[in-house]
């Protein structure tokens, strides 16, 4: 049986939605990352006490009618790859909420 | 008996920048004029200062103003180096000291680092773009090197005030009121032009491209937002302040209107502005 994994948002980056888009600044680096739809969806949804199939199911499943098997894998491959960039923390145990950062407002685009 | 200690004689002058003050102290009569030179305009006569620092001259290992520069965080001091000088800075105490050589350079490299320091608090940068007053109303021209941020300034009719050709100073004043302020600088670019110390309420920031035709076309807010941090200036290697001047920038071009100018190089482009 596989291990359920945990995501959540990592507090050393800063990101804000403008208009649709989600961009997110990892403070080390001054590396600026633009989220693609899923990417933004995951990374809002990363609470660090929902698991990621949780999530899956729940957020994106229903937002890009896909099968669940191929999404949850797509999305396994996309959380390591926003880890990676250190955008994301994943764990096989929920993630203390200390640890998580806050979304701030977003920035509409009617200026 | 003689005294056993010489007295040193200690000059200073205050650079305020963006209402700022700066007080600078050095031995060097020298080196002091030739910042009053350098800083015309922005040389305060008041005595109050937001920050002292002492000015070391004495030759540098490099004299290599084209190096990076490293900017770090320590023990609530900011330390800063260059090929040509060292600096430290203790914001609590409002003190600080600069090792250079008697040029205007470092010392011009060391102010730009502690304003957008000072300016990240305020939700404000220094952003790479010419910027000018008509009409009471402060206008941004952002661009890369070659983008257009010297002729556009070049080409400013009569009834305009020249604020920078090359580096603008923009501060947040009124969080509730959208509020946000442009301050002439000092900080010079081709036109080699000290800006007027002077400020006005920023009215628009025109992204700039140089093409067939006068054109403004409004900007999406996430790409204002990526060419707006593409062109503030930050050195700092500290997470806190790379979040502020992250969060300054989506703050800005939510509440400022952004476009892309491109233009025709000839006078007929300030036609479209204020």
Request: include cysteine; glycine fraction near 8%; charge should be negative.
């Amino acid at each position: 049986m596989n291990k359920k994994l945990y995501v959540a948002r990592s507090p050393r980056i800063a990101a804000r939605k403008l208009g649709e888009e989600m961009l997110v600044m990892s403070g080390q680096g001054s590396t600026l990352f633009t989220l693609n739809p899923t990417a933004t969806i995951l990374w809002q949804a990363a609470d660090g006490a929902t698991p990621l199939e949780e999530i899956v199911e729940r957020r994106i499943c229903s937002e890009f009618e896909v099968n669940p098997e191929e999404a949850m894998r797509d999305a396994e491959a996309l959380a390591e790859d926003l880890a990676k960039h250190g955008i994301l923390l994943i764990s096989e145990q929920p993630i203390a909420e200390q640890s998580i950062a806050t979304p701030t407002s977003p920035v509409q685009e009617s200026r | 008996m003689p005294g056993l200690a010489t007295q040193i004689e200690r000059y200073s002058l205050v650079i305020a920048i963006g209402g700022v003050p700066v007080r600078v102290n050095t031995t060097d009569p020298d080196f002091l004029e030739m910042l009053e030179k350098r800083y015309a305009g922005f040389v305060s006569a008041g005595e109050g200062a937001e920050f002292d620092f002492d000015v070391d001259l004495s030759p540098v290992a490099s004299a290599d103003q084209d190096s990076d520069m490293n900017v770090t965080h320590r023990s609530g001091r900011w330390l800063m180096e260059r090929g040509d000088f060292r600096a430290e800075w203790t914001p609590a105490t409002g003190t600080g000291r600069i090792h250079q050589s008697a040029n205007p350079y470092s010392i011009d490299a060391v102010l730009r680092v502690v304003h957008t320091l000072v300016l990240a608090r305020q939700g404000g940068f220094l952003l790479h773009s010419a910027s000018a007053i008509r009409n009471g109303k402060a206008f941004l021209f952002a661009g890369v090197s070659g983008a257009g941020k010297t002729t556009i300034s070049r080409l400013a009719p009569s009834d305009t005030t020249l604020l920078t050709d090359e580096i603008s100073y923009v501060r947040q004043v009124d969080e509730q009121n959208d509020g946000y302020v442009a301050f002439g600088t000092p900080f010079t670019g081709e036109l080699a032009k000290v800006g007027e110390n002077t400020s006005a309420p920023v009215a628009a920031l025109y992204l700039l491209a140089q093409g067939p035709e006068n054109r403004i076309e409004p900007v999406a807010v996430a790409d204002a937002g990526r060419e707006l941090l593409s062109n503030m200036l930050f050195f700092a290697e500290d997470q806190e302040m790379v979040h502020r001047a992250f969060q300054a920038a989506c703050d800005f071009v939510g509440r400022v209107p952004v476009y892309r100018l491109t233009f025709v190089p000839d006078a007929r482009v300030w036609g479209l502005i204020g």
